[in-house]
Structure formats: C-alpha cells, structure tokens
C-alpha cells in the first residue's frame, strides 16, 4: 500500500526534469517507479534506466536526491530497479506530446510484449510497417539519416516533405 507521503514523495522525484531531455520529467519518461518510505525515515526511490549503460542515470540519481533533500528529506537511496525493463512504452502521452512539440518524433506505440526478434535492418529507411512522422509537417514520407542521433537513445532522420532534419525517440 502506497502511503500518502510516498505518493507526495513520487510526485517531487517524478518531477526532475530528464538531464538529456529536460523538456520531458522522469515520470513522463517513465523511469521513477516508485517510492518507499522506510520505518527509519530513509527514503528509496526505484529509478529504472532506458537501457543498460545509460550515461544519463548518474545525473538523474543526483537531481532526484536534491529534490528530495529540499522537501526536508535526509537520507535518499536511489535504487536501480531492472525489472521490468523499461520500454518506450512507459512514456506518457504527455511525454509524447511534449517530444513532438520539442521536434523529437516519439516512439510508437503499442510495441508488442513477450520476446522480440531482432534483426539487422538497412542502414536507410525504417523497413517497418509503420512510418514515423515528420514532428514538422506531420508527414508519414520520412527517412533515416542515422539509428544514432544527439544521444544513443534518439535516431536522425529527415521529411521527404518539408525537408527538414528531426530526431526519433527510438521505440525499445
């Protein structure tokens, strides 16, 4: 059972802002999972990485304390919690929203669940069923420059339409 001070707690924690995506918080990006308020006063916060070897993890363990540190709280662990993974599924439609507005492409939905198959795709164009489009124009006819992009997390891609370059929050 999640006590009212641990909701109020999450509320604050779920707030910081994303150190590579400030326009996004952590709880649109889905990463805060919970938090636990222990019997001694600590503090615990469950922070799940977008994926393994985030650079990024480090600086949202350290702005998640302050945070907390501010509401008067004095001891917080930031727990690193793997399971579940986190997928792209987790963003908020705010947080889809915020992306478009910001010029990201956001990853589409509905990513299916149970084990994936992967394989190697062009070094050119999706190759998927489904088109990303353009955040700009709104366009499906875009194609992709590079599977990286600003961060390891993001591809480049480009509008055949209004021609202009865009980053898309890859789907995971």
Do not use: N
Request: aromatic share 4%; net charge negative; glycine share 8%.
């Amino acid at each position: 059972m999640v006590t009212a001070l641990e909701e109020r707690l999450l509320a604050i924690a779920g707030a910081v802002p994303d150190p590579e995506l400030p326009v996004l918080t952590l709880s649109e990006l889905g990463v805060v999972r919970a938090v636990h308020v222990q019997d001694t006063g600590t503090v615990e916060v469950d922070l799940t990485p977008t994926y393994t070897g985030c650079p990024a993890i480090e600086a949202m363990t350290t702005d998640i304390e302050h945070a907390l540190h501010a509401e008067g709280v004095h001891e917080v662990t930031v727990r690193r919690v793997l399971t579940p993974a986190w997928s792209t599924d987790d963003i908020t439609e705010e947080g889809r929203r915020k992306l478009r507005e910001f010029g990201i492409a956001p990853p589409r939905a509905g990513a299916a669940s149970g084990p994936v198959t992967v394989t190697l795709g062009p070094t050119r164009g999706l190759g998927a069923d489904t088109p990303v489009p353009c955040p700009l124009c709104g366009s499906p006819d875009t194609e992709l420059l590079s599977r990286f992009s600003s961060t390891a997390c993001k591809a480049l891609r480009r509008c055949r339409e209004c021609r202009e370059p865009f980053d898309h929050f890859k789907e995971l």
